[in-house]
């Protein structure tokens, strides 16, 4: 929802910015309620939510780079403890999608081609949000899984992990981000116990007038009642994947044990090397997938 009243400024209320925002934030959300109402486009829903009741749950929303999401589930396979996959896919292109199937079906996971999206050729984030939402309200909500996780396609576990393990001690764990004296988890990374969230009127959109982006608009409903203190980080530490190239232009992340190549951000002209640097840096995580039965966890 947009900012308190007390928060904007006299330059904003003489330029009609707070009813401008409360009016543009009431379309969004009739746009992404329109939205919500729309069945899967492929994919059996019904079986899904059967598979889902009471399990522990990865979701990855795939976008338009079969490439990349191949290479995310070879890992998640062998070297993240859950009991199931799901990939919802929100790409434009039906041989992306095509090929987005292909993959999933091959490494085990579960398939959902997501209703054609209202945001993704103007606004990626708020796609992004939707898509989220979509799944929340349409496959885990009804189904309660005992905790769901929300993944980037473009982040890559390098080591045997159970990303599950925290919400033991926590209702819910992921990347913490910032914005002003708000804060939220970043919607590339976070998991939630299913029974601490479902009373609430979760949305795992963007508030953008607050200065928060995907997976924001849960500040309001659940991340200004806790400590931000009391949920579990790892650390994050940027780095040029090209070692011959400068960091803002081949920008990588390694988030704990986990590679994400943020592949929307740096120079795209250099895409295709990144992809190839970041094959080379996952060779020892894909063969241990391979291998990793009876391999110790580490906790994230």
Not at 22 to 38: C, E, F, P, S, V
Not at 39 to 59: C, H, K, N, S, Y
Not at 94 to 100: L, M, S, V
Not at 123 to 130: E, K, L, T
């Amino acid at each position: 929802m947009p900012k308190a009243l007390w928060e904007y400024e006299l330059r904003q209320w003489l330029h009609l910015q707070p009813l401008l925002h409360a009016i543009k934030t009431i379309r969004y959300r009739k746009i992404d309620g329109r939205y919500l109402q729309h069945p899967a486009r492929e994919g059996d829903v019904a079986a899904i939510r059967r598979a889902v009741g009471g399990r522990q749950v990865l979701v990855t929303v795939a976008f338009g780079d079969p490439g990349c999401l191949e290479l995310q589930l070879r890992l998640t396979q062998g070297l993240v403890r859950h009991d199931l996959h799901i990939v919802a896919d929100n790409s434009v292109d039906d041989g992306a999608a095509n090929e987005n199937k292909l993959a999933s079906l091959t490494a085990g996971a579960s398939y959902i081609r997501l209703p054609d999206n209202p945001w993704t050729r103007k606004n990626p984030s708020r796609s992004h949000g939707a898509a989220l939402n979509w799944v929340w309200h349409r496959v885990l909500k009804p189904a309660a899984p005992a905790a769901f996780g929300f993944l980037d396609q473009d982040l890559f576990p390098t080591q045997p992990c159970d990303p599950f393990e925290p919400l033991g001690r926590a209702d819910f764990h992921g990347d913490m981000r910032h914005a002003g004296s708000r804060w939220y988890l970043w919607a590339g990374y976070c998991f939630f116990r299913y029974d601490a969230v479902i009373g609430k009127p979760l949305d795992f959109g963007l508030d953008w007038f607050a200065g928060l982006d995907t997976g924001g608009a849960n500040w309001d409903v659940l991340y200004r009642h806790a400590d931000p203190q009391s949920v579990p980080q790892r650390p994050i530490t940027a780095f040029a994947v090209l070692p011959d190239i400068e960091l803002r232009r081949a920008y990588c992340e390694w988030r704990g044990s986990w590679l994400h190549e943020v592949g929307l951000d740096g120079d795209l002209s250099l895409k295709l090397r990144k992809r190839e640097a970041v094959k080379r840096l996952l060779q020892p995580a894909l063969h241990a997938s391979q291998t990793a039965q009876g391999i110790p966890l580490c906790r994230q």
